[in-house]
């Protein structure tokens, strides 16, 4: 044949092959916590909604439990490109995406649908946009959760009770003022090091929405839960700029929506965790403060918010505050 695009065709349909199987792409995505985790569900949405949108020719693989790395490992690697795909919690972020900072200060939104409705909208948006300049497409905000406190020593009711708590801390510098606020002992860690630090008594206590807590297997190390709901933990799926700007236009299409309906996933995700979580903990032995007077939390922090009103600005914060 002169053609060599026939011979080709002719070679695949010789051997029985379908022509996919010759165009297929291979992506990595990963999480630091385990496949039964609303962060297991998004990134197993993701992957199979990719693969239903662009027909199979792009294949997602999963990785779970920090097996590429933890959190900010795995951001490394995405904005390098050796790796493509992560979805993360924003812990890590601030150190590649500044502006992301202002999401982690400690009692900024309501609840989940306050902070759901602002990462949705033209704040959360936005922002999305500040990833570009640093290697990253921001595809879209996902979901960590509402985030409480855990420890093997004692139960927190109240703010005087942190105080002198070693605690496993995001390595955030948010997050980290914040904690010292309260009188505990900081200690950033990443993810995958949190279990055995725990278990050996490196750290007294760490913080986490229900859902982490469960999947991480935290009540075999922890005897204390303080329902605090100090901070809303966001998470976000990110992908290597240049990757993304390789694709096609239908294909960055299928991507952006793939995204959306795995960010679905994973919410409801979340809502089903924490509406049972307190009961399965309890269940295993935890001891649980429901009922946190979340007040005195809010007013210990006031020098810490004076901090942070110098650094992002009032504005930006009661924008955030008072979005509705």
Known sequence: M????????????????????????????????GQNSHQGVGIDT???EVERRTAGRIKVQTFYS??????????EAVQLGTQELTLTSTGPVPNFVPAARILDIPFLFRDKAHARAVLDGPIGQEMLKEFESKGFKALAWAENGVRHMTNSKRAVNAPDDLKGLKMRTMENPVHVAAYKGFGIITTPMAF?????ALQQGTVDGQENPLSVIMAANFSQVQRHLSLT???????I???NK????????ADQQAFLEAAKEATRANRARVDEDDAKGVAELRSKGMQVVENVDKSKFQAALVPVYAEFEKQ?????????RNFK
């Open 2 to 33: 002169k053609n060599p695009r026939l011979a080709l065709s002719a070679l695949v349909l010789a051997l029985g092959l379908p022509m996919a199987a010759l165009a297929q792409t291979n992506m990595k995505i990963s999480i630091s916590v």
């Open 237 to 239: 799926f990110l992908m």
């Open 229 to 235: 709901g100090h901070v809303y933990s966001p998470a």
């Open 192 to 196: 995958p090091e949190v279990f055995t």
């Open 312 to 320: 992002f600005g009032k504005a930006n914060i009661d924008r955030i």
């Open 46 to 48: 993701f992957a199979r």
């Open 242 to 249: 240049a990757a993304f700007d390789k694709l096609s236009a």
């Open 66 to 75: 920090g097996s590429l790395g933890g959190e900010r490992e795995s951001i």
